[in-house]
T-cell receptor, first 114, second 112 residues
Framework: ETGVTQSPTHLIKTRGQQVTLRCSSQ?????VSWYQQALGQGPQFIFQ???????GRGNFPPRFSGLQFPNYSSELNVNALELDDSALYLC?????????????FGPGTRLTVL | KQEVTQIPAALSVPEGENLVLNCSFT??????LQWFRQDPGKGLTSLLL?????REQTSGRLNASLDKSSGRSTLYIAASQPGDSATYLC???????????FGGGTRVLVKP
């Protein structure tokens, strides 16, 4: 059973650019959630995808968008990057309806916006 | 709106001492509560998950309690070791399959 993987590990961009982050969910999981974690803070929910449809969104502007593919992997896209977008971006996969309904987190992508 | 708070923000103890980490939440209508460990710059590792119908969960040296009515959870780590140094985060889920709402974390340092 493979765990949750994310790519790239680190990324440096400049203000105004666009970025795409990728997440492969754990085998058998059909739900992916994305979180943003600023330095020294707890993760904040961005959005969740369930069977390729957005299934809930946190308080993030529309320039944060996502996709989920038929194999349940997912992308997070951020347009018009701002300095405050610098953070660790975490994805988590789960299979709702199981006994534990636990979210399993990937190692994260560290995004730096200059 | 659910808010989760963790106090203290940082904690330093000598090796062997027991650790007590606190988590409080404002809305008691939760589905479950989860404790995570995070090493610097890394992802989250799930430690314990407590369903809303449970009062506590144990795994090895770790024990987590849940008091829904008062909106509190406590993570106890017995006989701390330097390898326990990390940030500990609690998170609540308000419905099955729904998002997690996290606290700000408690940064723990266990000194040899």
């Amino acid at each position: 059973e493979t765990g949750v993987t994310q790519s790239p590990t680190h990324l440096i961009k400049t203000r105004g650019q666009q970025v795409t982050l990728r997440c492969s969910s754990q085998s058998g999981h059909n739900t992916v959630s994305w979180y943003q974690q600023a330095l020294g803070q707890g993760p904040q929910f961005i959005f969740q995808y369930y069977r390729e449809e957005e299934n809930g969104r946190g308080n993030f502007p529309p320039r944060f968008s996502g996709l989920q593919f038929p194999n349940y992997s997912s992308e997070l896209n951020v347009n018009a990057l701002e300095l405050d977008d610098s953070a660790l971006y975490l994805c988590a996969s789960s299979f709702p309806g199981t006994n534990t309904d636990t979210q399993y987190f990937g190692p994260g992508t560290r995004l730096t916006v200059l | 709106k659910q808010e989760v708070t963790q106090i203290p923000a940082a904690l330093s103890v000598p090796e062997g001492e027991n650790l007590v980490l606190n988590c409080s939440f404002t809305d008691s209508a939760i589905y479950n509560l989860q404790w995570f460990r995070q090493d610097p710059g890394k992802g989250l590792t799930s430690l314990l998950l407590i369903q809303s119908s449970q009062r506590e969960q144990t795994s090895g040296r770790l024990n987590a309690s849940l008091d829904k009515s008062s909106g509190r959870s406590t993570l106890y780590i017995a006989a701390s070791q330097p390898g326990d140094s990390a940030t500990y985060l609690c998170a609540v889920r308000e419905a099955a399959g729904n998002k997690l709402t996290f606290g700000g974390g408690t940064r723990v340092l266990v000194k040899p």
